[in-house]
């Protein structure tokens, strides 16, 4: 059934799923007990659970809406773009086990943490205030992801872009405030399956159907959209998803909150795997939407990131319109109440009781919940701004990635890395990066590679010249079964 304004039952849909992500964030406040079960949930999550919260959690507004646009107008971009991420994921899942072994024996929450014991205050300060602007990025590209599905249901509902912004802030602060990452986890797990059976299943599908089978798809196949290629920009973006899994703070938390290293490398490893699948079918949603919708998505909607919602408005009947819509909502949601969870653990308790290290539990509780409220409408200001979801993601990731990816892969390999290697390195690769991107990113060069390259010369160098006279401790484990 063809048509483009959604039936009430469609809007229903989508408002029941909204409202029960907020309930189940309401209901799980009661298990919040103390800062570990707000932050790595009492560290009890199995392996399945940690799937459904990994892959939900990568997934994303930006990695679905964002990465489907970019297919719909530069093709073969989106998978060159998506592999180097996909390949950083499955060398963490090897690493999951190891960080999960320290984060027990050392009692550690974050990956600041880790840091404060190898190489002291400064470094922990200066990775958190990393983190914490990359995560309110990346959270803002999910609140751009779904301000742009309410302002294609505007003129039915009479809501704008900037109220569809603004709604999802206060679902988002609603459920991360109360019941931090139990609640966050276990709507991921819901989320989880509403994408993959609304989403990745009924939307591929419907528009295989619609287009009269794989034959004619291929044959109707703009062959500029499945000619590999890369440039500078697609080069620097591969850096930035490759050496940002390093320091992946959301998987960092993940891997703490696994019940045993066990746990966190299957769980670690199923949900990347999961997440290898989605890459095609998010690319074939993205070149399909050509030859269903047309080359007029960006000149009616504002942007490439509305190309899954206006397929499935196009090609679904009423009622699964309003089930597809729900689970693309939740890919965002999944996203954006991780990242927001990170970012408020990193300004309470990384930045906050390094400077208040007194600070009573009860008190640092009540600071993460206001922080939840108070950091999204950080990132409703950037999504105002910049109106892209995967320009938002990229602008936060890069810049972070050339900074701590690095740095974070010594903190737990390599013995000589020192307090004044490490804070170079971050300096360095920040530095370089935004200077790159300042100066117009030369060559057309992302700006990641320069910024990498600099971190990694400033970390090995200035390691080496002051291991001697200033070792760091290095962090020892015996694995746990």
């Given at each position: 059934m063809d048509h483009s304004l959604l039936s009430l039952w469609d809007l229903v849909i989508i408002g029941a799923y909204l409202l029960l992500m907020v309930l189940v964030g309401v209901y799980s406040v009661r298990r919040i007990k103390n800062t570990g079960d707000y932050y790595v949930a009492g560290r009890s999550f199995g392996p399945l659970v940690l799937m459904a919260t990994v892959c939900a959690t990568i997934i994303g507004g930006s990695g679905?809406?964002?990465r489907a646009g970019v297919a719909y107008s530069d093709g073969f971009k989106a998978i060159l773009t998506a592999v180097p991420y996909l390949l950083g994921m499955f060398i963490f899942s090897g690493l999951a086990g190891?960080?999960?072994?320290?984060?027990?024996a050392y009692n550690l929450t974050s990956i600041p943490e880790l840091f404060e014991m190898r190489f002291g205050k400064y470094a922990k300060l200066i990775l958190s205030a990393l983190i914490a602007f990359a995560m309110m990025g990346t959270v803002a590209s999910q609140v751009?992801?779904?301000?742009?599905?309410?302002?294609?249901?505007?003129?039915?509902?009479?809501?704008s872009y900037e109220a569809g912004a603004f709604i999802a802030c206060v679902v988002f602060m609603v459920y991360t405030a109360t019941s931090g990452l139990f609640g966050v986890v276990y709507t991921d797990v819901l989320q989880f399956y509403m994408l993959i059976i609304f989403v990745y299943i009924l939307i591929p599908v419907a528009a295989l159907l619609h287009v009269g089978g794989?034959?004619?798809?291929?044959?109707?196949?703009?062959?500029?959209?499945?000619t590999p290629y890369v440039d500078g920009s697609i080069l620097g973006d591969i850096v930035t998803y490759l050496v940002f899994t390093m320091a992946g703070a959301e998987m960092w938390q993940r891997a703490f909150a696994a019940r045993?290293?066990?746990?966190?490398?299957?769980?670690?490893?199923?949900?990347t795997a999961v997440y290898g699948v989605t890459i095609l079918l998010v690319y074939f949603m993205g070149v399909v939407a050509r030859q269903i919708i047309g080359d007029d998505v960006l000149a009616q909607y504002g942007s490439t990131d509305a190309v899954v919602p206006a397929l499935a408005i196009k090609i679904l009947p009423v009622g699964l319109t309003g089930l597809a819509l729900a689970g693309?909502?939740?890919?965002?949601?999944?996203t954006a109440?991780?990242?927001?969870?990170?970012?408020?653990?990193?300004?309470?308790?990384?930045?906050?009781?390094t400077i208040r290290p007194n600070m009573q539990e009860r008190t640092e509780i009540f600071l993460s919940r206001a922080f939840s409220i108070v950091l999204p409408l950080g990132a409703l200001v950037i999504a105002l701004y910049i109106k892209n979801a995967y320009n938002i993601l990229m602008f936060a990731w890069s810049f972070y990635a050339a900074a701590a990816g690095l740095p974070a892969f010594a903190a737990l390999f390599w013995k000589k890395a020192t307090?004044?290697?490490?804070?170079?390195?971050?300096?360095?690769?920040?530095?370089?990066?935004?200077?790159?991107?300042?100066?117009?990113?030369?060559?057309?060069?992302?700006s990641a590679v320069p910024g990498t390259l600099a971190c990694g010369i400033a970390l090995v160098a200035v390691s080496l010249a002051t291991y001697s006279r200033s070792p760091s401790l290095y962090l020892r484990v015996e694995k746990q079964s």
């Amino acid at each position: 059934m063809d048509h483009s304004l959604l039936s009430l039952w469609d809007l229903v849909i989508i408002g029941a799923y909204l409202l029960l992500m907020v309930l189940v964030g309401v209901y799980s406040v009661r298990r919040i007990k103390n800062t570990g079960d707000y932050y790595v949930a009492g560290r009890s999550f199995g392996p399945l659970v940690l799937m459904a919260t990994v892959c939900a959690t990568i997934i994303g507004g930006s990695g679905l809406m964002g990465r489907a646009g970019v297919a719909y107008s530069d093709g073969f971009k989106a998978i060159l773009t998506a592999v180097p991420y996909l390949l950083g994921m499955f060398i963490f899942s090897g690493l999951a086990g190891k960080i999960s072994d320290i984060g027990m024996a050392y009692n550690l929450t974050s990956i600041p943490e880790l840091f404060e014991m190898r190489f002291g205050k400064y470094a922990k300060l200066i990775l958190s205030a990393l983190i914490a602007f990359a995560m309110m990025g990346t959270v803002a590209s999910q609140v751009t992801a779904t301000a742009t599905i309410i302002k294609m249901l505007g003129g039915e509902v009479g809501l704008s872009y900037e109220a569809g912004a603004f709604i999802a802030c206060v679902v988002f602060m609603v459920y991360t405030a109360t019941s931090g990452l139990f609640g966050v986890v276990y709507t991921d797990v819901l989320q989880f399956y509403m994408l993959i059976i609304f989403v990745y299943i009924l939307i591929p599908v419907a528009a295989l159907l619609h287009v009269g089978g794989f034959s004619n798809f291929v044959a109707n196949l703009d062959p500029a959209l499945a000619t590999p290629y890369v440039d500078g920009s697609i080069l620097g973006d591969i850096v930035t998803y490759l050496v940002f899994t390093m320091a992946g703070a959301e998987m960092w938390q993940r891997a703490f909150a696994a019940r045993d290293r066990r746990a966190a490398k299957r769980g670690m490893f199923l949900g990347t795997a999961v997440y290898g699948v989605t890459i095609l079918l998010v690319y074939f949603m993205g070149v399909v939407a050509r030859q269903i919708i047309g080359d007029d998505v960006l000149a009616q909607y504002g942007s490439t990131d509305a190309v899954v919602p206006a397929l499935a408005i196009k090609i679904l009947p009423v009622g699964l319109t309003g089930l597809a819509l729900a689970g693309v909502l939740s890919v965002i949601m999944s996203t954006a109440d991780s990242y927001l969870l990170v970012s408020v653990q990193t300004c309470v308790h990384d930045i906050g009781k390094t400077i208040r290290p007194n600070m009573q539990e009860r008190t640092e509780i009540f600071l993460s919940r206001a922080f939840s409220i108070v950091l999204p409408l950080g990132a409703l200001v950037i999504a105002l701004y910049i109106k892209n979801a995967y320009n938002i993601l990229m602008f936060a990731w890069s810049f972070y990635a050339a900074a701590a990816g690095l740095p974070a892969f010594a903190a737990l390999f390599w013995k000589k890395a020192t307090h004044a290697g490490i804070v170079a390195a971050m300096i360095s690769g920040f530095v370089v990066c935004v200077g790159w991107k300042l100066a117009g990113e030369p060559f057309g060069l992302g700006s990641a590679v320069p910024g990498t390259l600099a971190c990694g010369i400033a970390l090995v160098a200035v390691s080496l010249a002051t291991y001697s006279r200033s070792p760091s401790l290095y962090l020892r484990v015996e694995k746990q079964s």
